[in-house]
Every structure is written in structure tokens, then in C-alpha cells.
């Protein structure tokens, strides 16, 4: 197999977006990875076809994604069998931590926060945006130009890792005590808009209470992809900052609950449909 590159992934494919090569990645975190990590192109044609995705979407999706070096082809015959590759791996296993483990709120919480100062200069736009959108991914809210807070001292070596990615040199974080808990919530208010973020866990409730799957694969992939988006945009904080009827919880309840209750049905229907293909023409030429 040719030499592995390291995978990209945008942030917007990491926050879920309703696209189909992030629902690729939710397919293959969700599937592939814990199958052994191979997919043949059948397979994830027929998967997608549940979900409304035609099968030029798919196989562009599959593409970009073995481009980007989350997977590699190995050719068997007219047929096409794709691998995760090692580095997509890595990354794919982080992110399922990150997604299966994540409660919308940290427990246990010692009132110590995570204070980083970053100033950059003010033409440089690109890499303003993107410290942003990758210290809001680790859960950081912004008080003002260049300083930002997170309930998590425990990802100081993350937010190093993203501030020299991005260049920035000369940033300062702290470990730091508020004094007391009095005005924290103003505080909190100013650094994350809890509002929008509740708004999010209402229409996942919505969207998932009530009937049951019909097709379980799908609505797996559905559930799990509607999910990723909330450690991006929700920084998990201690309960006692947040609202005491926080949705958040009862959507990660939620979650939780479907996610056991539909699992074997979905893996069953997943191994299903990648075994050994015959020679289906919707596998031919990928």
C-alpha cells in the first residue's frame, strides 16, 4: 500500500455537518472501525441509499476521504475494498472517545479553570478564525480579544497543541481559582451562549423521542451524527454554572439509551451488508 499521509478534517466535518462525507465518517466511526476497518464500496452505497444519499455523493465521499488519507483502496477484481488507514485510525478512535463518552456536563469539578492569553495581530484574519474555531471545539469560550476560559485545566496540552499549530507564539495560560462562585454565571453567560446551545439539545429530543427506528442502521448513523456536533459547540461544564433544568443532560440520557438499544440490530445489519460482495454493478470502477 502506498505511504499513509496524515488525514485533514475540517472542523465542520468534525461538528457534524449534514453533508456526505461527514456522514461518511460517522459510518466509518461508528461501523467500519469497530468491524476490522474495511468496507467494501457496496456496502456503504447501500448503507447511504437508506439515508437518502445517491450514489455519486457516495463514492465522491469515499474519495475525498481516501484523498484526505483516512483510507486507502485495495482492489479485488472489478470490486473495491477500502481500508481504514492507520492514521485515520488514530483519529476515528479519538473522536469515538471523545462523542460516546461526552455527558454534557463535568462532574466532580475542583473550580479551577483553564486561562489562555493569545493576542494576534489584528490583519492576520486566517489564523484568528482558525484558533477560534479550534479552541471552541475544545470547549474554550471567549471573554474578550485574546483571552479565553475553559472548566477544564486538564486540556492545557491540547490548547498548546492548537496555538502552535496555528503559529502563535508568545501565549500565556493559567491554571487559575475564581474568587467564589458569585458572578461566575455572568461570567459564563459572556464567554458561551448556553441559549443556542440548549436550543441544539431541544431539537435532538425532538427528533429522536418518540417512535421507534424502522431501520436500525440508519437511524444509528443518524443518531450518532446528530450527536457529534455537541462536544464541539457544548464546553461540558461543571453542573453547578449551568441551568438547573439543563436539557443537555436528558439529551445525552437519550442518547445513551438508543445508542445500546439499537446497536446489535444496526452492527448485525452493517456486517450484512459488507460481506463478501458477488459483483454487484454499484461496486464496479471503485
Not at 21 to 26: D, E, M, P, V, Y
Not at 100 to 105: H, M
Not at 216 to 234: G, K, M
Amino acid at each position: 500500500m502506498p505511504t499513509e499521509r496524515p488525514p485533514a478534517l475540517s472542523r465542520r466535518h468534525a461538528a457534524g455537518a449534514p453533508s456526505a462525507r461527514a456522514l461518511l465518517l460517522t459510518l466509518l466511526g461508528e461501523f467500519v472501525l469497530p468491524c476490522g476497518g474495511v468496507a467494501w464500496t457496496s456496502a456503504v452505497i447501500a448503507a447511504f441509499a437508506r439515508l437518502g444519499i445517491a450514489e455519486k455523493a457516495t463514492r465522491q465521499a469515499l474519495m475525498r476521504t481516501a484523498v484526505d488519507g483516512w483510507l486507502s483502496a485495495e482492489k479485488a477484481g472489478r470490486l473495491t475494498q477500502w481500508h481504514v488507514t492507520g492514521a485515520g485510525r488514530r483519529l476515528l478512535t479519538e473522536g469515538a472517545e471523545r462523542i460516546y463518552s461526552f455527558t454534557s456536563a463535568a462532574e466532580n469539578w475542583d473550580q479551577r479553570w483553564l486561562l489562555v492569553a493569545a493576542r494576534i495581530p489584528d490583519g492576520d484574519r486566517s489564523t484568528r478564525h482558525a484558533v477560534r474555531t479550534r479552541l471552541s471545539w475544545a470547549g474554550l469560550g471567549w471573554l474578550g480579544p485574546g483571552l479565553w476560559i475553559s472548566a477544564h485545566p486538564e486540556r492545557e496540552a491540547e490548547v498548546a497543541r492548537v496555538l502552535s499549530e496555528a503559529g502563535v507564539a508568545g501565549a500565556h495560560l493559567f491554571t487559575a481559582t475564581r474568587s467564589g462562585l458569585a458572578g461566575a454565571a455572568d461570567m459564563v453567560r459572556s464567554a458561551w451562549d448556553l441559549d443556542a446551545i440548549e436550543r441544539q439539545y431541544e431539537r435532538f429530543i425532538a427528533e429522536f423521542s418518540g417512535a421507534g427506528p424502522g431501520d436500525e442502521l440508519a437511524r444509528q448513523v443518524e443518531l450518532v451524527h446528530a450527536w457529534r456536533r455537541f462536544p464541539a459547540i457544548d464546553p461540558a461544564l461543571p453542573r453547578e454554572l449551568l441551568p438547573a433544568d439543563w436539557r443537555g443532560l436528558e439529551a445525552a440520557r437519550l442518547f445513551g439509551c438508543l445508542h445500546e438499544r439499537w446497536s446489535e440490530a444496526a452492527q448485525a445489519e452493517w456486517k450484512r451488508l459488507n460481506g463478501q460482495p458477488s459483483g454487484p454493478a454499484g461496486d464496479v470502477g471503485l
